[in-house]
């Protein structure tokens, strides 16, 4: 018998053009709540996903109890006796709670379901998770705290041994966190492992008996908790030295382009306040669910705000809509290029005038003939690989859609240019390409703004970052401040204040 | 676009032959189809369906349906019969009055799907073909009306040397759409609404008021329908509304190129499918086959129809992907 539930040795998976995991090692003991957390993209969600069976290692071992086992897909994850409650919950909203909990587990009498028993025991597994429910009930008219309790009663139904636990209280109020962690102290007494995925450090401090530190898809340490202070959390999850890939260059600082006042979206924005200048990079940084998105779609118009003021140029602007937003002079590159960025089915002629039509058109009628010369302009500037201008841009690699939207967007002739995760899935030769147009924005005395939840770009790249966390600005950090360094930014980032 | 007909010559190529195919096997077996005058009356019959099928080829491009096409028709039919039995005699003011009526009915699903966010326009416009069909029987009071002055019945009457004037209508309105289509900016930013809704929003073009006018242009092409019809047959009958003709639109512009999911259609293509259809619905009176043959059999070829572009869109994606394997 092995003294860990759950050993990974050496795991390395990789996708085309990146290593997500290199030599990652974790081992989970019976009866531990051992934490887990990285920056954004360290390798947690693939770390969980070779765990599940959702990816297959290329190399390494998964050991179960000191047993070597091979997981080819959720199935036979599940079946080893690892489960995973998910960040976003897989509740069917309408079905019962049992049914949620006895899903593809049907208990049977004959060839019908036994609801008798079925309820009977759901009733049971959830008193014994503190949950007095009414099993017959629908799932989706719970509140949150329960329906991951649901979830979590799946695991124990299906006799787990570990159970990971990705990001569990980040749709939590305050008394269910309370609960969800009595509920873990209770599971870790019945022996069962678990692995706790946090982006909350006050959280990992509470709960864990050991936290594992990645970095990079890298295996970087476990301490014991009391061997962890804050300061060295973070120091172990940014410690990277920064190579200079970045080509940044200066603009002149000119004019507040565009500022935001006390930005209010119910339960999302809290107060988001900040500037952003002309001739500058105004980097955004932040974990993942930050409120950032959330932020420059609601300036932009994508999205209703509930309550605050947007200034551009020094005058307050009503924007009720992206058109509205782009008649003021803001360009949105949003962070699902695919998704919202691009129509992959249609042409590069066409996506690249989609924000400008009436400059290519006279009166009603397309000009093709600016349209082709414009598009040829952007396809030599920018560099887009492609055999012609009305190559489907669905055919086309990340890096060079990604220009396409660019140039979109040049083409709208904006003042202000936010880029939500501009290099995100491309390669690094087309990364450096997207900085240079950010640096010849900013020479031309054009505000941009960056949204990056890589560090080394946001210190690579900006003039000043905001830095938020949970729906708040947490600070504002300069180029030439004290503070204009990795571990302050990520402290900030984590909930930390940064003195003067 | 360009790169795109290229691509998509190759489905209409066989859709042309098809069209030949058929026409030789119908020629081949009754001499009477390659008369003049069988020709000029399966033009005849294709005008009604070429103008529903130029709305729901819009409806189709932004990836939605108007299921109230074929009732809008025949209420736009009966709101016209039923004004002139009282005594309305101006045929000019009886037209407009018939397409105001048919593209206010458009506006009305066009507002349901983009202002009131109902779900889907399957929704809106099939409870709007049940509701016309109620409107056509009421204004009517279920009865047949033959009333219509002559100038109504002058688009779907008239011939040119035995040419219907309805078909030269639909060639002009055709050729019209497809510049309207292919070279103004609406036209093309219907195209980028059907191939991604959120990005063409985020691209500043008002996706509600584009998808609204689909709508609308759809509510339009149905009254122009209705007026052809009431010239072909001089009579209107709000018991029609429930006649499949929504379908045969559908099929038209689905056999044309055009697809459920969005974004891809052309005038072309849809004019191959309407004449398709008409020459199968015309082939089959020629052979006498039964009428409840017709149906089975021009269900199936919508079936197919799509069944081809189910299959073409995985063969193209799975291209994709080895290309980009390599």
């Given amino acids: ?500 | 676009m360009t790169k795109k007909k290229k691509s998509g010559s190759g489905f209409q190529l066989g859709t042309i032959l098809a069209l030949v195919i058929m026409c030789l096997f119908l020629a081949i077996s009754n001499k009477n189809f390659y008369s003049y005058s069988n020709l000029m009356s399966i033009l005849k019959q294709t005008a009604f369906n070429a103008f529903l099928a130029v709305g729901m080829l819009l409806c189709l491009i932004t990836a939605g349906i108007d299921l109230s096409v074929g009732a809008n028709a025949v209420f736009c039919a009966c709101l016209m019969g039923a004004l002139s039995k009282s005594g309305m005699s101006s045929g000019i003011l009886l037209m407009i009055i018939g397409i105001l009526a048919g593209g206010l009915v458009g506006f009305i699903n066009g507002t349901l799907l983009t202002r009131l966010h109902l779900p889907h326009p399957f929704v809106s416009t099939l409870g709007m073909k049940n509701v016309l069909w109620g409107l056509a029987l009421l204004v009517t009071g279920s009865q047949m009306i033959n009333t219509f002055p002559a100038s109504v019945q002058w688009l779907g009457l008239t011939t040119i040397v035995g040419f219907p004037v309805s078909f030269i209508v639909v060639i002009v309105l055709y050729i019209v759409m497809h510049v309207f289509l292919s070279k103004t900016a609406l036209g093309r930013s219907i195209y980028c609404a059907g191939g991604n809704m959120e990005a063409t929003r985020l691209s500043g073009i008002n996706t509600a008021n584009v998808l609204t006018f689909c709508y609308t242009m759809s509510g339009i092409m149905a009254a122009l329908a209705g007026i052809v019809s009431v010239g072909r047959s001089g009579i209107c009958n709000g018991a029609n509304a429930t006649q499949p003709y929504d379908t045969d639109a559908i099929a038209a512009c689905i056999i044309g190129g055009a697809s459920f999911t969005g974004g891809k259609g052309t005038m072309f293509g849809t004019m191959l499918g309407c004449l398709i259809i008409s020459v199968l619905r015309n082939g089959f009176t020629l052979l006498s086959i039964d009428s409840a043959v017709q149906n089975i059999v021009l269900g199936l070829v919508i079936i197919l129809a799509v069944l081809m572009d189910v299959i073409r869109a995985q063969m193209e994606a799975k291209r994709r992907r080895l290309a980009a394997g390599k």
């Fill in chain 1, 1 to 500: 018998m092995s003294e860990y539930v759950v050993e990974l040795k050496n795991i390395t998976k990789r996708f085309p053009g990146v290593v997500a995991l290199h030599n990652m090692q974790l081992a989970v003991k019976p009866g531990e709540i051992h934490g887990l957390i990285g920056e954004n993209g360290a390798g947690k969600s693939t770390l969980i996903k070779v765990l599940t069976g959702v990816h297959m290692a290329d190399e390494g071992e998964i050991y179960v109890n000191g047993e070597k086992r091979v997981f080819k897909n959720p199935n036979e994850s599940a079946a080893a006796g690892i489960a995973c409650v998910y960040q976003e919950l897989n509740i069917e909203k309408l079905l019962s709670v049992t049914d949620n909990i006895f899903i593809n587990k049907w208990l049977k009498k004959g060839a019908l379901l036994d609801y008798d028993a079925m309820h009977k025991k759901a009733e049971e597994v959830m008193k014994s998770l503190g949950q007095d429910v009414d099993p017959r009930k629908a799932a989706g008219t719970l509140g949150m705290g329960v329906q991951q309790m649901i979830e979590i009663a799946k695991a124990v139904l299906i006799d787990a041994k570990m159970i990971i636990m990705d990001e569990p209280t980040s749709s939590l109020g305050e008394k269910e966190v309370e609960q969800l962690m009595k509920t873990c102290r209770e599971l870790k007494d019945r022996g069962i492992g678990i692995l706790f995925v946090s982006h909350k450090l006050e959280e990992l401090f509470e709960l864990c008996d050991r936290v594992t530190v990645i970095r990079d898809g890298e295996y970087i340490e476990t301490r014991d908790i009391k061997d962890w202070t804050n300061d060295s959390l973070i120091a172990s999850m940014v410690g990277r030295t920064l190579e200079n890939q970045f080509p940044k260059e200066f603009g002149v600082k000119g004019d507040c382009m565009l500022k935001a006042e006390n930005l209010e979206i119910g339960g999302v924005l809290h107060g988001v306040s900040f500037e952003a200048y002309g001739g500058q990079i105004l980097g955004m940084s932040g974990l993942v669910g930050a409120g950032r998105t959330e932020t420059v779609r609601a300036i932009f118009g994508a999205d209703p705000l509930d309550g605050g003021k947007i200034y551009v140029k020094g005058k307050e602007v009503k924007i009720k809509s992206p058109k509205q937003a782009i008649a003021a002079g803001i360009a949105l590159l949003t962070e699902d290029r695919k998704g919202s960025g691009l129509v992959l089915g249609e042409s590069i002629r066409t996506n690249l005038i989609m924000s400008s039509f009436k400059k290519h058109s006279d009166g009603p009628f397309l000009n093709e003939k600016r349209i082709e010369e414009t598009g040829q302009g952007h396809i030599e500037s920018l560099r887009i690989k492609t055999p012609s201008i009305d190559e489907i841009v669905g055919q086309l690699s990340g890096g060079n859609q990604q220009k396409v939207v660019i140039g979109k967007w040049i083409n709208s002739n904006a003042d202000i240019y936010i880029f939500d995760e501009p290099t995100r899935g491309i390669d690094v030769g087309a990364k450096v390409e997207v900085y240079n147009v950010m640096n010849s924005l900013v020479k031309a005395g054009k505000c941009v703004i960056m949204i990056s939840s890589e560090m080394p770009e946001i210190l690579g790249m900006s003039d000043r970052v905001v830095v938020m966390r949970g729906g708040r600005v947490m600070a504002t950090v300069d180029r030439d401040s004290k503070h204009f360094n990795q571990e302050d930014i990520m402290k900030a980032a984590w909930g930390g204040t940064l003195d003067d």
